[in-house]
């Protein structure tokens, strides 16, 4: 690869300017914070306990452990695998199905029903995380991001880091990057393990910016590789230790337990102009993470998910980038229909940020759906959502500039609701 081919269209050297600061952990409390991170890894495929992670945390540093009587996270489906992982986002189906985030393998069933949530699940941005590596040969430790999936193509992986102990030496490492499409057809899989002149068992920046046609990968601000194509939708977090133990387990002698993966800072930075820009993804730190980001967000609800792509898009346009739109269209599979499972994860996406949301449908089986997804909320979450009296196009058009606007549920769905007398055409002589 030639790093000074794609300088041209990515920075050599970390740019931020265009990007705000949306999201800082610097692990300084001893609690996790559980407003962003959800201490276990894919949960759904095992369960809660079985996939739990450990870990310490404060001082300005996170530790995820593996521990030498720590089990396999999920015996059924991933062998002596063990893991200690948190991640920013939850999505899963029913128990028996197969419907779950990051299905790394055929014949994959859900066996612990888990609540849907998406604390931080960002579409595009600059992300970087300051850590220190392993140089054991039997354990790997990652900062990944995955598609939240809540349709089944969203499902690509874009690899910030991800380094085995094996391929850590004393002043070099191979350090993985790039994109895998798992179940994306609009993903070819392109990773590599870039050779980089560092102790990777030292701190190191590793970062990913990620842009609606390219992801640029860096380590200690300069740029590594550079993959020329882009998922188009929500991703969350993944930040990993693991351990393979194909063998005798544990994996190695007791004296090197616990194995230790040190991270001492994570950031997420919105693009706040140009092609991508958007409102922020995750509640303002300096308030404490309390409180909505908008007055009014907007769950868009309909049989296809393609014609809600580009409705989104051009509500976007027109009312600008900061309006809550969360979307549910078609299946889990992909087919034409509706999912309640879908409608739910949206609902909760526009829930955690915004104070109230309004609810836009297209047609008969939407509002069954929708009746089933409003069921599986708290009354105190139901009490915040509106169902508008309004055609979807004309009526999320109109919904979004008047929630640009600041305005409250009630001036936002009454100015929808007028939609369905806005004339198609004007007759001559009107």
């Known amino acids: 690869m030639s790093v000074a081919r794609e300088g041209r269209e990515a920075p050599a050297v970390l740019d931020r300017a265009g990007y705000e600061l949306e999201v800082e952990d610097t692990f300084d409390d001893a609690v996790l914070d559980e407003r962003l991170w959800i201490p276990a890894y894919l949960p759904h495929w095992s369960s809660r306990a079985a996939a739990a992670a450990r870990y310490r945390v404060g001082g300005g540093s996170l ?51 888990q609540r849907n949530t998406a604390l931080y699940t960002p579409r595009y941005g600059l992300f970087e995380a300051r850590a220190r590596a ?32 094996r391929d850590v030496g004393r002043d070099t490492a191979r350090v993985g ?42 380590v200690d601000e300069r740029l590594v590789k550079v993959v020329q194509q882009s998922p188009a939708y929500p991703m969350q977090f993944m930040l990993d230790i693991f351990e393979s133990a194909d063998g005798a387990w544990p994996a190695s002698p007791l004296e090197r337990y616990p194995k230790t993966f040190v991270v001492e800072h994570f950031r997420g930075y919105r693009p706040v102009q140009g092609q991508g820009a958007r409102p922020p993804a995750f509640a303002d730190l300096s308030r404490g993470g309390q409180g909505p980001l908008s007055l009014v967000g907007l769950v868009l609800v309909s049989h296809s998910g393609t014609l809600l792509e580009g409705l989104r898009e051009m509500a976007v346009q027109v009312a600008g980038p900061g309006v809550l739109i969360a979307t549910a269209g078609g299946t889990e599979d992909g087919r034409l229909g509706t999912s309640a499972t879908r409608i739910e994860a949206a609902l909760r996406l526009a829930l955690e940020g915004a104070a109230d949301v309004l609810v836009l449908l297209d047609l008969g089986s939407a509002v069954l759906s929708l009746d089933v997804a409003l069921e599986m909320l708290d009354p105190s979450e139901r009490r915040r959502v509106r169902v508008a009296e309004a055609p979807l196009v004309e009526g999320t058009i109109v919904a979004a500039v008047q929630a640009s606007l600041g305005s409250s549920i009630d001036e936002v769905a009454m100015a929808t609701e007028q939609a369905t007398t806005l004339p198609k055409h004007a007759r001559p002589g009107g």
Do not use: N
């Not at 015996?75 to 790394?104: C, K, N, Y």
């Not at 140089?135 to 193509?153: Q, R």
């Not at 990620?210 to 992801?215: I, M, Q, S």
């Open 63 to 113: 530790r995820l452990l593996i521990e030498a009587d720590q089990p396999p996270w999920c015996p059924e489906f991933d062998g002596q695998l063990r893991t200690s992982s948190l991640q920013t986002g939850l999505f899963a189906g029913e128990v028996g199905t197969d419907i779950g985030q990051h299905r790394f393998r055929d014949g994959l069933v859900v066996r612990e029903a």
């Open 134 to 165: 392993l140089d054991d040969p039997a354990d790997m430790v990652a900062l990944w991001m995955i598609g939240y999936e809540d349709e089944p193509h969203r499902s690509a992986e874009i690899c910030i880091f991800e380094i085995f102990g």
């Open 177 to 218: 990057v790039g994109l895998h499409p798992f179940g994306d057809p609009d993903i070819s899989d392109e990773f590599e393990k870039i050779p980089v002149a560092i102790d990777a068992r030292k701190a190191h920046d590793y970062a990913a910016l990620w842009t609606p046609d390219r992801v640029a990968f860096y």
